[in-house]
């Protein structure tokens, strides 16, 4: 990978980064409930299951999530070739992309779940009826996911490397 690569990988995955951020905690402000199933386990035993509303609207936010990730992922892997100044390879096309994720997961895990929801913990975050769980401080919980979200994000960079190669190839 060349450092125009790397610094291609390194400004969408800051993108995404921004862009999740805004979206996560914006949502988080507007219905933490939305974020129900990402609260360790204790929290969610104490809390109880969604409210119907909350259950509707997951299903946009979910969309809406995975249109920004699929975006930003989808415009870093159709700019490679004009950052490495020339036609990218799939491999180096599927490490743009998959760093550029990672960064995004990273920015979730170490700002939004370990900053946020564990050292400053706003009330935005703690869902009312939770507030003495264990949970919020359950390191282990938001690592795993982390690393769960790694080997989804891997699926999701094959997938988004391969149509951007498809475009490439049509319009090019």
């Known amino acids: 990978m060349s450092l125009a690569t790397l610094i291609h ?3 969408y995955g800051g993108i995404l980064s921004g862009i999740l951020f805004l979206f996560i905690v914006g949502s988080m402000v507007y219905n933490p409930e939305l974020w129900l199933n990402d609260y360790p ?52 096309t ?22 946020l929801g564990m050292v400053i913990r706003p009330k935005f975050m703690v869902l009312k ?10 390191v282990k919980f938001h690592f795993d996911a982390f690393l769960r979200g790694a080997f989804s994000g891997a699926v999701l960079s094959l997938i988004i490397t391969a149509v951007a190669q498809g475009i490439l190839l049509l319009v090019g």
């Open 9 to 11: 990988s390194l400004n």
């Open 129 to 138: 009826g939770t507030e003495g769980a264990t949970g919020y401080r359950n």
């Open 94 to 115: 599927l490490r743009v992309v998959y760093i550029a994720f990672l960064i995004g997961s990273l920015m979730d895990l170490l700002v939004i779940d370990l900053l």
């Open 41 to 92: 386990p204790d929290v969610r035993k104490m809390y109880g299951p969604p409210s119907e509303k909350t259950v509707r609207q997951r299903k946009w936010f979910g969309i809406g999530m995975l249109l920004i990730m699929i975006g930003v992922l989808l415009a870093g892997a159709l700019t490679v070739p004009s950052a490495s100044g020339g036609r990218a390879t799939f491999m180096v």
